[in-house]
Structures are given as structure tokens and as C-alpha cells.
């Protein structure tokens, strides 16, 4: 591919990227956050981080989306060898098992918005928008 090919690429991605990313967003902030709280219901036990984030953070808009990323590290990092399960005693427990369906509706739209942002940036320092 040409240099030109490829910056017009990037260009494209740019756009593309942002403009899905920002309505991922605002749909995990509102239509979606009604499963992640039925996660974080689940899993947020009395006295650990998940229940105090619900209750520093309330119900506003960059709360919901703290408690979308705290309830997704919860979920994804709790099944790293050796630090998972410090990671699960000190955020929340898992009593009775999710189903896996209510896990998909907290990590498919954050990992999708995270690759998108990724190919946010990555495109924008391909560009020079850094420099």
C-alpha cells in the first residue's frame, strides 16, 4: 500500500472509531447499564471496593461509567493466575455463579469501545497528531 492509501486508512479509522466509540459509550451509560447493575448487584458484597464505588460514585453519568470499568476489571482480571483471586477478595465475591450471558453485556462493549479508543489513538500518532 501507498503512503497515501494508508493515510487515508487512518483517516477513516479516525472517524469511524470515534464516532462508534462515543455511541458505545452512551449506550453503556444508559440502555446497558441497567445489566451491568444486575452484575455489580450480584457480585458487590457489603464492605469491599465494588459496594463503596456504588456508593462514592451515585448514579450520574461518570459514575455509572466508573462503576462500568470497575465491575468490567472485576470480571475480566479476577481469572489472572496468582493476583485474580486478591484482585476478588478485596473488589467483591462471586457467590452464586453469573451466567454467562450477564458477563457478555458487561465485557463485549467495554472490550469493543476499548479496541475502538485504541484505534482511536493509534490512527491520530500514524497521522502525527502527536508531534
Keep these: ?10 483517516e477513516i479509522t479516525i472517524v469511524a ?3 462508534v466509540g462515543v455511541i458505545l459509550l452512551l449506550l453503556m451509560v444508559t440502555l446497558f447499564f441497567r445489566k451491568t ?15 463503596e464505588i456504588r456508593s462514592i460514585w451515585g448514579n450520574g453519568p461518570i459514575g455509572r461509567w466508573m462503576r462500568i470499568m470497575h465491575v468490567y476489571a472485576f470480571v475480566v482480571f479476577r481469572h489472572l493466575p496468582r493476583i485474580g483471586s486478591r484482585i476478588e477478595s478485596r473488589m467483591g465475591e462471586e457467590t452464586e455463579p453469573l451466567p454467562l450471558s450477564l458477563k457478555l453485556w458487561v465485557i463485549v462493549p467495554f472490550t469493543v469501545y476499548a479496541v ?15 508531534d
Design 1 to 10: 500500500m501507498s503512503d497515501e492509501k494508508l493515510t487515508v486508512l487512518a
Design 17 to 19: 472509531s470515534l464516532g
Design 37 to 51: 447493575a444486575e452484575v455489580e448487584r450480584r457480585i458487590a458484597t457489603p464492605g469491599k471496593q465494588l459496594d
Design 116 to 130: 475502538l479508543m485504541f484505534l482511536f489513538f493509534f490512527s491520530s500518532w500514524y497521522l502525527g497528531a502527536f
